[in-house]
């Protein structure tokens, strides 16, 4: 997978290896903003706390985000009360602006050097025909007290800012977070998760290093690897998005988000223009290879040049666009964290901050809103109609027929492919996950899940998602 501009301009944490013990207080299983954030929030705690990490913390989705700290989401907010009322949408937005003050809190206690920078941000519609979602987002953010300033410029239909809002580097961040958490955590790489189980008093985690039991337990694996009693393939989507970057003589104080179809999102980093672009829904993985060259030809039509990097990312989004983070049953404490709607750096780390006040203090203010075992009638509707498209991803599979071919082995569909010495490897075309058909990704070359978001090597080893194993591969012939 091609690495961010955070993963080149950061070193690596070296994690000493270690036994894991057989027993803990609370076990936090993953290692990205959502998990640090928890651990770092419960540094309170005289509790035991054991971070397990399936490979190395800081390499999944935090990785690869463009790390604005924003409460200016495109048009969430009008979206959520549409569909759940304006007091969601007004908590929503209470929420995002208390996470924006903890994070830049923490950063200043801490006095983390992580390149925080307080921006301006910018939201507009392009086109004519959706100047009324972006005046609709104005009036609800007027309502809940926030002052907007129009701007004005020909390339655009109409737009406004506001100010108060950040941007960082995120890796920066989260390495020194590390520096902060209590002497009672430990964290373990190499780590993966592939069941939890409930026992008495607590819960049983079994990794590939042995079994864990642990009173309490945090999901925060980006999407939760168990099925039961989560459900999230049935209450989630995901949506992949093309970041390109390139190199300018200045850095301006601003970010921007659009409203209209095809997404432009902009921030800058130490003379770099950042900007993501073509978002789809998981399940068009077909269009992968087109989407990402029209991304690069957007980007030349928007800036008049060619971007110098780019990569690729993918989040968990929720059919009610708002994140599920606390307990997955009531009066259980398994808890989890995830679907936030491409906004993680507010939303994963005020996740840790409501499950670490859920374990210590037993409330949060955002219990309710974001309860992962909410029901409504329109979330159970758009849950069903958001179903569709998967049907799609368990049909036969659509691949690249100069890389691959699809060949039957006692009557299980292969792919074969040629490795670099031109050796043939057989791999089944099912993510080991849920059974979905696997695509192949020419640009990363991955093989994707168009289902639920796992990623695997040109030879099957699993890079990210819900799936716990490789996918199965026969001996080359
Ligand atoms: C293109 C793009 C741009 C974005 N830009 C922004 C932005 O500007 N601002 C913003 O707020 N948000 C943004 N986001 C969203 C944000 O990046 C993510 O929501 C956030 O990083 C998710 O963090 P996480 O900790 O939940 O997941 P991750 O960072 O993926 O961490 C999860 C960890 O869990 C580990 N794991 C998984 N399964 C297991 C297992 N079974 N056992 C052990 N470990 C496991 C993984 O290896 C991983 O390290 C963006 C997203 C995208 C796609």
């Known amino acids: 997978m091609k690495k961010s501009l955070w993963e080149e301009t950061s070193s690596k944490r070296n994690i000493p290896e270690k036994t894991l013990p057989k027993k803990t207080d609370i076990c936090i299983i993953g290692g990205g903003i959502t998990g640090l954030s928890t651990a770092y929030f419960l540094k309170e705690t005289s509790q035991n706390?054991?971070?397990?990490?399936?490979?190395?913390?800081?390499?999944?989705?935090?990785?690869?985000?463009?790390?604005?700290?924003?409460?200016l989401q495109a048009d969430i907010y009008h979206k959520i009360a549409r569909q759940s009322g304006i007091l969601k949408?007004?908590?929503?937005?209470?929420?995002?602006?208390?996470?924006?003050?903890?994070?830049?809190h923490t950063i200043q206690q801490n006095q983390i050097q992580c390149d925080l920078e307080e921006v301006s941000s910018i939201l507009?519609?392009?086109?004519?025909?959706?100047?009324?979602?972006?005046?609709?987002?104005?009036?609800?953010?007027q309502k809940f007290g926030e002052k907007t300033k129009p701007i004005k410029s020909d390339k655009?239909?109409?737009?406004?800012?506001?100010?108060?809002?950040?941007?960082?580097?995120?890796?920066?961040?989260?390495?020194?977070?590390?520096?902060?958490?209590?002497?009672?955590?430990?964290?373990?790489?190499?780590?993966?998760?592939?069941?939890?189980?409930?026992?008495?008093?607590?819960?049983?985690?079994?990794?590939?290093?042995?079994?864990?039991?642990?009173?309490?337990?945090?999901?925060?694996?980006?999407?939760?690897?168990?099925?039961?009693?989560?459900?999230?393939?049935?209450?989630?989507?995901?949506?992949?998005?093309?970041?390109?970057?390139?190199?300018?003589?200045?850095?301006?104080?601003?970010?921007?988000?659009n409203v209209d179809s095809d997404l432009h999102s902009i921030r800058f980093y130490k003379n770099h223009l950042i900007y993501a672009t073509k978002e789809h829904l998981l399940t068009d993985l077909s269009t992968e290879e087109n989407a990402f060259l029209h991304g690069k030809k957007s980007f030349q039509k928007l800036f008049g040049k060619k971007p110098t990097?780019?990569?690729?990312?993918?989040?968990?989004?929720?059919?009610?666009?708002?994140?599920?983070?606390?307990?997955?049953?009531?009066?259980?404490?398994?808890?989890?964290a995830t679907a936030y709607n491409a906004w993680g750096m507010t939303n994963g780390t005020l996740a840790g901050k409501i499950i670490a006040d859920?374990?210590?203090?037993?409330?949060?203010?955002?219990?309710?809103?974001?309860?992962?075992?909410?029901?409504?009638?329109?979330?159970?509707?758009?849950?069903?109609i958001g179903s569709v498209p998967y049907i799609k991803g368990y049909l036969s599979p659509l691949f690249s027929k100069e890389v691959v071919t699809k060949i039957n082995i006692n009557n299980v569909p292969h792919f074969v492919i040629l490795d670099k010495d031109g050796h043939k490897h057989f791999i089944q075309t099912k993510c080991p996950h849920m059974k979905c058909s696997l695509l192949w990704n020419k640009v990363d070359e991955t093989w994707d899940c168009p289902c639920h978001g796992s990623r695997f090597s040109r030879d099957g080893k699993l890079l990210m998602g819900p799936s716990k194993e490789n996918i199965e591969k026969d001996e080359a012939t």
């Open 156 to 257: 655009i239909a109409y737009g406004y800012s506001v100010s108060n809002t950040y941007t960082f580097h995120p890796l920066k961040y989260c390495n020194q977070l590390l520096n902060h958490l209590s002497d009672a955590t430990s964290i373990y790489e190499n780590t993966l998760v592939y069941q939890v189980s409930k026992i008495d008093h607590g819960y049983r985690i079994f990794t590939n290093h042995g079994n864990l039991d642990a009173s309490t337990v945090v999901v925060s694996c980006h999407y939760p690897f168990f099925i039961f009693p989560m459900l999230t393939p049935l209450k989630t989507y995901l949506k992949r998005d093309y970041v390109y970057t390139c190199e300018i003589k200045e850095t301006p104080s601003w970010t921007a988000i």
């Open 49 to 71: 706390i054991v971070l397990l990490e399936k490979g190395h913390i800081l390499e999944g989705v935090t990785a690869k985000t463009t790390a604005k700290i924003n409460f």
């Open 89 to 104: 949408a007004k908590k929503y937005y209470q929420s995002q602006k208390d996470a924006i003050s903890l994070l830049v």
């Open 358 to 384: 859920l374990i210590l203090k037993n409330e949060s203010p955002y219990e309710s809103i974001f309860d992962p075992t909410r029901k409504s009638i329109p979330l159970l509707m758009s849950s069903i």
């Open 124 to 141: 507009f519609a392009k086109e004519a025909k959706n100047v009324e979602k972006v005046k609709k987002e104005e009036a609800l953010l």
């Open 309 to 336: 990097d780019s990569w690729i990312n993918q989040d968990v989004y929720s059919h009610d666009h708002l994140p599920f983070i606390g307990r997955v049953r009531k009066n259980e404490n398994l808890f989890v």
